[in-house]
């Protein structure tokens, strides 16, 4: 099992910064990719980025250019760096962790962040 904890969610206007992080614990070990989806009121959950062990990471087109995942290995730990924010950037943001060998994916409880015109 893996437990992930999010944290920096907030209230920012159009155009502010905000950093998330993500802990996880538990079957660490054979996690083999983490990442950030969204979930606003009304719509389907959405991957926002992700990251593998070779570092190599994904991007929405929505958020390229403005987000940046990252993570630290020796905290067990994944961020979510967010730039030049919109309102329609306004959601719920969840963690998620897979591992290698086991089917599905593994979630965090959410944070929520909103942003302001």
């Known amino acids: 099992q893996v437990q992930l904890v999010e944290s920096g969610g907030g209230l920012v206007q159009a155009g502010g910064s905000l950093r998330l992080s993500c802990a996880a614990s538990?079957?660490?070990?054979?996690?083999?990719?983490m990442g950030w989806s969204r979930q606003a009121p009304g719509k389907q959950r959405e991957l926002v980025a992700r990251?593998?062990?070779?570092?190599?990471?994904f991007y929405a087109d929505s958020v390229k250019g403005r987000f940046t995942i990252s993570r630290d290995n020796a905290k067990n730990t994944v961020y979510l760096q967010m730039n030049s924010l919109k309102p329609e950037d306004t959601a719920v943001y969840y963690c998620?962790?897979?591992?290698?060998?086991?089917?599905?994916?593994?979630w965090g409880q959410g944070t929520q962040v909103t942003v302001s015109s």
């Open positions: 998620n962790a897979e591992r290698l060998g086991y089917p599905g994916t593994y």
């Open positions: 538990g079957s660490i070990f054979s996690i083999n990719r």
């Open positions: 990251i593998a062990n070779s570092g190599s990471t």
